[in-house]
Structure formats: C-alpha cells, structure tokens
C-alpha cells in the first residue's frame, strides 16, 4: 500500500476518534497529525533502514507488533507520571492501522495476483526471518499486478467519500431565507385596488 492509502486510513481512524469524542470531524493538529505521523512511521523506519542495509527486507522492526508494545510501553510511562499523551496513543494507533493494513492488503494481493505472497513473516520479527513461512499462490485470480492494490483502492474511496459527507460541516447551519415582508402586497391588483381576479369575470 501507497501512502496515500495510509494517509486516507489514518484518516477514517480520525473520524472514528472524534466520533467516539462526541464530534463528528476530527481536530487536524490534535487528533489527524499525530494518527498520519503513525499510519507512515514504520516505512519511514523499516525502508530507509533497508536501503542502508540494516534490515534484511522492507518491512523489519517497525512493522513488528514489538514496535507497538514499545510505543504502548511509552505511553503507559507517560500516563503514569501524569503526562498528556494522548498524541502518542494516537501515533500508536496510526502504527496499528499500517500494520493491520499491510497484512490485509498482502493477504488480498496474494489472492488476486501472481508473483505476490499471500502471507508472509514480516509481521514476526525479530523472532522468524522475512518470508520463512512466506505462501504464494500458483493461480491466481489475474494474470498480471496491479499498480494499485484493490484495499487501497477502497481506502482512498471511503476516505473521500466520508470527507465529502463532512464537508457540509464547515458551512453551518443553513440560513434561512428572508421573508418578503410585502409578500402579501405583489398580488396583481386592479386600479381600484381589488384582486384582479374579480375582474377577469367580465
Ligand atoms: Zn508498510
């Protein structure tokens, strides 16, 4: 997955953030920052970190729940000493929603497309290396990969589906239009000053 498609996950899991707060949008420097900082942290990790030969595949320690539990862990300290942190919860958040998204997103590829496994041992570090119990597919369902991959595809959709729906939010309630005080006075009228239709009988 791209990460715009991470970015429009963090998104969705700002909408659920702030609808569990009693809000319909999310905040963008409280709540969307620190989830989008957390959706693209473990590539930000785990592939600059395998270019410099680091890491023995793309996804590494990162994308390892262990990273979660150590962010988890930070928070927990945080807590106890009284320190807000609730922007570390929700960069851990982000972490999970790219973690979760990965794995959905191989299990899927794999499924759909060949040369790509349907799941694999990235998740497992540092206890199991990379691709150990990797399992692909001999048919899959087409015969050629995809740029994009069908999750992220649906993502991005829902993202800007659900932004369209909250973009009714920022205008406010809808004004209401003045009333025409002199309504009642444009009726056509007769010279007399008598409704025009007692003379159309003649
Ligand atoms: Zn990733």
Redesign the pocket.
């Known amino acids: 997955?791209y990460p715009v498609g991470?970015l429009a996950l963090g998104y969705l899991a700002g909408v659920g953030v702030a609808r569990a707060s009693g809000r319909t949008r999310p905040r963008l420097r409280q709540e969307l920052l620190p989830l989008w900082i957390g959706a693209l942290l473990?590539?930000l990790v785990?592939?600059p970190a395998y270019l410099l030969g680091l890491a023995d595949a793309?996804?590494w320690a990162?994308?390892s729940p262990l990273f979660v539990l150590l962010l988890w862990g930070l928070w927990f300290i945080l807590h106890l000493r009284g320190t807000p942190a609730r922007p570390l919860a929700l960069l851990t958040l982000g972490v999970i929603s790219?973690?979760a998204?990965?794995l959905v997103d191989g299990a899927v590829s794999g499924l759909l497309f060949p040369d790509t496994n349907l799941i694999s041992t990235w998740f497992t570090w540092p206890f199991i290396a990379t691709d150990t119990w990797a399992v692909e597919l001999d048919s899959a369902i087409f015969p050629f990969k995809a740029p994009i991959t069908p999750l992220e595809l649906v993502v991005v959709a829902a993202a800007l589906a659900v932004a369209w729906h909250l973009r009714g939010n920022f205008r406010g309630p809808p004004r209401e239009q003045p009333r025409n005080p002199d309504h009642t006075l444009t009726r056509d009228r007769s010279p007399g000053g008598r409704p025009s239709s007692h003379l159309s009988s003649s």
């Open positions: 997955m991470h473990p590539d785990d592939k793309t996804r990162a994308h790219h973690q998204a990965d």
